[in-house]
């Protein structure tokens, strides 16, 4: 497996709690993506990086930010959560875009707003 | 954006069945990849296919690309339990992120 750690792996919180998971990498490659994975919508794209300080969105980035200040580490910050983001996290990387490039995903998060 | 549509959403079969998988797009593709999920898992990579046509096997496994690059298929022969959980496909139609379809959630009852 390639070497992508995510923190926490299980975590419950309150409505309205700012929440946020880390992705860290040891590979040192260039894209970083934040995923969730939801019964019935498979894996849908929030947030990626290409770089460090560079960052786009994906088709479910509302009620998300992200931060990349090291080639290493990749945030997730849900601003104020709320039960629709109830979801499990997958961070994946890859060493280029990721259409030409396979994706190593990590192990995931598994997030319950209450 | 891309959209991939994947059929069946879930299937079980007998041990010793064959299992497919399809994926469809409405638009060209530029190349699709495959991803097996383990129940609890995360998803893993397991091929990517680029040509018009191309076909690639990998033991049991054999994959497809349409000769029109819209469409894919993952094909098992003689399932085993080893071969439960959920196949994604994962394409791109050029400068675009990768979209993942849905997904097929695998059973194998032995």
């Known amino acids: 497996d390639a070497g992508i750690t995510q923190s926490p792996r299980h975590k419950v919180t309150e409505t309205g709690t700012p929440v946020t998971l880390r992705c860290h990498q040891t590979?040192?490659?260039?894209?970083m993506y934040w995923y969730r994975q939801d019964p019935g919508h498979g894996l849908r794209l929030i947030h990626y990086?290409?770089?460090?300080?560079?960052?786009d969105k994906g088709e479910v980035s509302d009620g998300y930010s992200v931060s990349r200040s090291k080639t290493e580490d990749f945030l997730l910050t849900l601003e104020s959560a709320t039960s629709s983001q109830t979801s499990v996290y997958f961070c994946?990387?890859?060493?280029?875009?990721?259409?030409?490039?396979?994706?190593?995903f990590g192990p995931g998060t598994r997030l319950l707003v209450l | 954006g891309q959209q991939v549509m994947q059929i069946p959403q879930y299937q079980h079969v007998q041990e010793g069945e064959d299992f497919t998988t399809y994926c469809n797009s409405s638009t060209t593709l530029s190349n699709i990849q495959w991803y097996k999920q383990r129940p609890g898992g995360h998803p893993v990579f397991l091929i990517q296919?680029?040509?018009?046509?191309e076909v690639k096997k990998q033991k049991r496994l054999t994959f497809q690309f349409g000769e029109a690059k819209k469409n894919s298929s993952l094909h098992i022969t003689a399932t085993q339990t080893t071969d439960v959980g959920t196949y994604f496909c994962a394409a791109s139609g050029g400068y675009q992120k990768v979209t993942f379809g849905i997904g097929t959630k695998l059973q194998v009852i032995p």
């Open positions: 990086s290409y770089g460090v300080k560079d960052t």
């Open positions: 590979e040192n490659h260039r894209y």
């Open positions: 994946a990387i890859s060493p280029g875009q990721g259409y030409r490039e396979t994706q190593y």
């Open positions: 296919l680029v040509k018009s046509g």
